[in-house]
């Protein structure tokens, strides 16, 4: 039994810290992830010809930015906080907030994304103007 605990804990030893650290820090893609922008759009194209039916899509973000990265706040969920500007298909641009969290995703597998577009948030479920998708 010594052994096999002297075993397990010499192999623990042996690991790099940046390889020690993947076992419990999960990873949560930049605010211009490709397909975190991808997802924003296919979702609300969904929700847009679905559930509203206003028939507008994002054609485009652009000046994206970070807002905030508060890793494992509260807990150990990592979320990243971001914004944007949205160019819709209607020609007009409006904000977009997004909310990027780590162990989310099905089964507590992957990162997730939550976004609001205001103005289009017609049942407010992120509040009025997006507020709690904003740090």
Not at 25 to 45: E, M, Q, T, W, Y
Not at 48 to 66: L, P
Not at 97 to 107: D, K, P, S, T, V
Request: aromatic residues 14%; glycine residues 8%; hydrophobic residues 40%.
């Amino acid at each position: 039994m010594k052994r096999v605990i002297a075993a397990a804990l010499f192999v623990l030893s042996s690991l790099g810290a940046a390889e020690a650290g993947s076992f419990d820090r999960g990873f949560v893609p930049l605010c211009d992830d490709p397909n975190v922008l991808s997802k924003i759009a296919s979702r609300f194209h969904y929700a847009s010809f679905g559930a509203y039916q206003t028939f507008v899509t994002i054609e485009a973000v652009e000046k994206i930015r970070e807002s905030a990265f508060k890793p494992g706040d509260p807990g150990l969920i990592d979320r990243r906080f971001c914004r944007g500007r949205a160019l819709l298909s209607d020609g007009t641009h409006t904000k977009v907030y997004y909310l990027i969290e780590e162990r989310q995703g099905f089964a507590s597998i992957g990162w997730n994304v939550e976004f609001c577009v205001p103005g289009h948030d017609r049942w407010r479920v992120y509040d009025g103007w997006c507020r709690t998708l904003r740090p």
